[in-house]
């Protein structure tokens, strides 16, 4: 899959230089998508906060929390660690600037 934002942070061009391929597993990792008001990651659950995240294809849940902020770090904890396996797991195949963008990929 050919990926305009992830050697770029809200790239809009897709051009060599900016633009690299990588699995689509890798690919459907980086999506980000929200829900309502809340962070990515994060479903209420009566007055609480629940984080999942997938890993190994799996929606692992990860806690409960007081707070959406408190989920969403916990989120955020678990999905670079997920990126991080992924990476590592791709690491012969990867071009290293690739691979260096994914270790320290920021959601």
Known sequence: ??????LKVDNKVYS???????PQCIN?????????????GV??????????CLIDGKRTHLGTFDTPEEAGNAYIVAKKQVIKD?????????PSNVYNALINYQL
Do not use: E, Q
Not at 1 to 6: A, C, G, R
Not at 16 to 22: L, R, V, Y
Not at 28 to 40: E, I, M, N, Q
């Open 1 to 6: 899959t050919i990926d305009k934002d992830l």
């Open 16 to 22: 060599p230089s900016t633009c690299c391929i990588i």
């Open 28 to 40: 459907s990792l980086l999506a980000k998508k929200k829900k309502r008001d809340l962070p990515v």
């Open 43 to 52: 479903n209420r659950s009566g007055s609480k906060f629940v984080a999942c």
């Open 86 to 94: 992924v990476a590592n797991k791709y690491i012969d195949v990867l």
